[in-house]
Nanobody, 127 residues
């Protein structure tokens, strides 16, 4: 699976961005995919995960209510809509897929080691 992110950029505090992640494999059906971020000098942290086709979504507390993860099956694309951006959201954002996820298992942003496929990321800077 190849994942390619886009949509990053520089915005002012309070602004919005929509990140996209195109997958080389179809996203329809039940797959565990998500967004993670890493700020310079900090460890990678989970942002949000979704089980496609099932609709279960999970968000880190720091982004809940501001970010929305969703998929576009027709375009094999995963999105992250980011509103009310804050300087602390500045980071490299990567999408990832868990190739071994099975229905009923955990699909959590707190478990990046479960995700075997990663994109290279897109930079988001909030000032």
């Amino acid at each position: 699976v190849q994942l390619v992110e886009s949509g990053g950029g520089s915005v002012q505090t309070g602004g919005s961005l929509r990140l996209s992640c195109i997958s080389s494999e179809p996203l329809y059906g039940r797959n565990c995919v998500g967004w993670f971020r890493q700020a310079e000098g900090y460890e990678r942290e989970g942002v949000a995960t979704i089980v496609t086709g099932y609709g279960g979504k999970w968000y880190a507390g720091s982004v809940k209510g501001r970010f929305t993860i969703f998929q576009d099956d027709a375009k094999n694309t995963l999105h992250l809509q980011m509103n009310s951006l804050k300087p602390e959201d500045t980071a490299m954002y990567c999408c990832a897929a868990n190739p071994f996820w099975t229905y009923g298992a955990v699909c959590s942003y707190t478990r990046p080691a479960d995700f075997g496929y990663w994109g290279r990321g897109t930079q988001v800077t909030v000032s």
